[in-house]
DNA sequence: TGTTATTAGTCATCATACAACATGATTTGG
DNA sequence: CCAAATCATGTTGTATGATGACTAATAACA
């Protein structure tokens, strides 16, 4: 059942959303440059087969989020990301669990990188911060989520021992995503079998550790691209589960 | 003469915008907690006495800000603000080789990921507009470094050709950050053996859209790694010569 | 009791119409 | 002929009515 189509929303959020996206990559691509003008609602219309109510919908979320700027009578116009160049993902994107399995494979392509990184670099103190993290992540039971829990922390130590500061930065923004509200815990999926699931994770994460702490940098990579991949199965599971389930 | 507008510098700019800042206020005053459930669509309509168009159009800015979330068919409510965090790198802090060296371990760890899901994924638009990409970058001579330039279409395009959005999303931002000001440029390097050094660099390219094409996520993977690892190793060669020579 | 149908409330989308604004072409007045 | 007023056209802003889709709660049924 689980196609491999993993991230593409099969059921799109609603029709704005698509044009959103579809006209943001195109800004984004360089297809519409800075101070272009973007095609009229009208246009829009009969290239996307939408009415002009989700056209104009889709048009002021990209107002809203200062890519174009609409003036009455002439059109709309990309205009050029001020100053303040930044990484941010919308608060909004991150309902469904396809949101959070976005993020994940973002969070897969850097910690990988980084735990590969942090096997050739760590320092002896960076090695103890790590151990002393393993150790509260194997006794808390606490569930992962929080931005304060011991998983996250463990990862937040890998991505600080690889001595670029980037990857932690990052990592902690990133940590901040996975929080969400909605119900897409992972609540459900640790009930049937809590203990094996806690001994498995813990296993993982104790092969990460190996693997850093003799400094074996491929071992590294693979250790964490399984955790997360795991982790990403895991996930997908209880999202099918609950979509046939309950 | 705008003096007229001068006195109320409070110009509507139009209904909706006007919607967005009462609501915005309600929220940020407090009237409207954290969860509550706003006003219908239709109540909306009867106390701002406007049509349901700008009342949708004003609720469609609100969740482009982050500030709420609708539900299909139940409502919208107000959600916690994310204290804007944002993963943002200091402009300042990318004046040496090493910041840019940092910047790259970041894409290295990003792009081969990238390259390995978007030989999954890639459908045949983005398969062409990869083509396209690369074609532009094999004929054209221009140094990389320009956000517009053949090199960083391409790689942004791999991006693209992910089908998650985020990782478009940050390496265009990444892409901000190697502009800047820094005469590091690989022209140092390009003098001695031009080239043979651009004939090596498209060889890479090639191979990294060979891998793509043919839907092979591990050679893509390498290739991707290899040709960024080239390109941190001949960024450092050029700075220890930098140092060294003049 | 438990399951299914129905219903009401709400948002999502569509289609149409008209108003407000901007721009260039046309007409008109000198 | 020139310049200003007018008109024509294209574009965005707003209004209105209708229909579809989704959710939760209730009613009907076995």
Redesign the pocket.
Known sequence: MQNDAAIRPK??R???HQLVEGMSERIKSGALKVGDKLP????LVATY??????V??A?SHLQAAGLVE???????FVLEQSGGANFRIDASEMSTVMDVLAVLELRISLETEAAGLAAQRRSEGQLEQLRRALAALIENVAQAGDAASPDYQFHLQIALATGNPHFAGLMSYLGTMVIPRNRVNTARLAQEDRVEYLRRVNREHQDIFDAIERRDSDAARAAMRTHLGNSRERLKRAHVAAEAGS
């Open positions: 059921r799109p609603n029709l704005a009229t609602e009208s246009e087969g939408v009415s002009r109510t989700v104009r919908e048009i609409t003036q009455h009578g002439i059109g709309t």
